[in-house]
Structure formats: C-alpha cells, structure tokens
C-alpha cells in the first residue's frame, strides 16, 4: 500500500505570512497531485507535477516535485483569507490508483 | 454546467436500510470512481470503473455494489445500512492513466 504522509495536520497564520505543506513517501509516485477542498464540497484539482525535480507556480502558490518522485511541497506567499480550506496531495501509483495524504486544513486569519 | 453531479448531497437513513447514490459526469470521461471521506477528512478509494468495467475494487463491505450503467454514469448501491457507513461519498471521473480528477460535491450519509 502507499502511504502519503502530509504535515502539518493543521495550520493557522495570519494574513500576509508565508507557508509550506509537505507531502511525503516512501513510494514512487508516477504523478503527484494538489487539491483544495472547502466545506461542503469536493476537492478541486489546483495543479499535477510529473518530472522529479518539476516545479510549478499558480500565482501565490508554488509546488514542487522531490527529485525521486517520492515527496512533493506546496508554498503559499503572502496567504490570504481566501486560502483558507484543505489541501490534499494525492499521488498517482503504478496500478493508477490515487492515493490521498490525510490533508492539511488551512485558516489564514484577516 | 455542472461537471460530476452526485445526488442526493444529503441522505439520512436507518440502520438495516438500503440506499442508492448516483452520479453522472458530462465530461466526456472514460473512468469514475467513488470515494469515501471519514469524519477526518481522509479520502479513500473504494471503487473505479472504466468503460463499464470495475477495474479498482478496494477492500470494501460486500453491502456496497456499484454499477455503471455507461461510462457517464457511476451508481453506489448499499445495502444493509450500519453507523459505520456514515461519511461522506464522493463520485469522481478522469480520463484513464491520466491524472487529474474532477470530483462532484459530495452525499453526506448519515445512519441512525
């Protein structure tokens, strides 16, 4: 089974403050990918990373893809309320089968 | 548009009852999934199918029975209700080996 471990479990900061969620394995993930979820919804895909090494920004939020493909980490700069939700990382295993981490719920206070 | 729409988003029910999830994606993908998400907010994948074909059938109560009628449409039958299967269901749909799921907005089940 892989597993997908995410810290921090929880996170409050202020507005403006930067931020980093990490996503770690011990297996080789094909692809890593990042969702936000908010209440009472489903998660949203934010972005997908395929090459070790990969680096991609979506405006304020940048997300990296670890050299062995095994590890991956969102950064948020100058976070704002509207960040606030839950962020998965899921990784796409040989069998194409997505598996979650558990997620790191986010609450950026004005 | 709504892309991957599951109904009903909230379903009560008794303990021994049985009860029926549905979901249809208009996005033109060939592979569904359904997803569990506990009271911790961890999701977990119980099934998938692609092209009508049950390819990912994880370790789940046989009480749960999915069927795809066409490659649009992705049901969750469940039978024999227990506490235990109060969560949050979620339907999803891809293209096959492509990564990058559109999930729907989620059926809260809640047994009493």
């Known amino acids: 089974t892989q597993l997908l471990e995410q810290s921090p479990q929880f996170l409050s900061i202020q507005e403006g403050e930067n931020l980093t969620v990490y996503c770690n394995s011990s297996?080789?993930?094909?692809?890593l990918q990042w969702y936000r979820q908010e209440p009472g919804e489903g998660p949203v895909l934010l972005v997908t990373?395929?090459?070790?090494?990969e680096v991609k920004k979506l405006k304020r939020l940048t997300f990296q893809f670890g050299d062995a493909r095994k590890d991956s980490s969102l950064h948020i700069t100058a976070a704002q309320p509207g960040d606030t939700g839950l962020y998965l990382c899921?990784?796409?295993?040989?069998?194409?089968?997505?598996?979650f981490g558990k997620g790191t719920l986010l609450t950026v206070n004005p | 548009d709504t892309a991957v729409s599951q109904t009903p988003k909230y379903l009560v029910t008794q303990m021994g009852n049985d009860k029926s999830i549905k979901c249809e994606q208009n996005?033109?993908?060939?592979?569904m999934y359904w997803y569990k998400q506990d009271s911790k907010k961890f999701l977990k994948i119980m099934f998938s199918?692609?092209?009508?074909?049950?390819?990912i059938n994880e370790t789940v109560p046989n009480r749960f029975s999915p069927k795809s009628p066409d490659k649009a449409h992705l049901n969750l039958h469940i039978n024999s209700l227990e506490l235990g299967d109060s969560a949050v269901y979620f339907c999803?749909?891809?293209?096959?080996?492509?990564?990058?799921?559109?999930f729907g907005s989620g059926t809260r089940l809640t047994v009493v």
């Open positions: 996005l033109g993908h060939d592979t």
């Open positions: 990373v395929v090459t070790g090494g």
């Open positions: 999803a749909s891809s293209n096959y080996r492509d990564s990058g799921y559109t």
């Open positions: 297996s080789v993930f094909s692809s």
């Open positions: 199918y692609n092209n009508k074909e049950l390819i």
């Open positions: 899921a990784g796409l295993g040989s069998n194409y089968k997505l598996t």
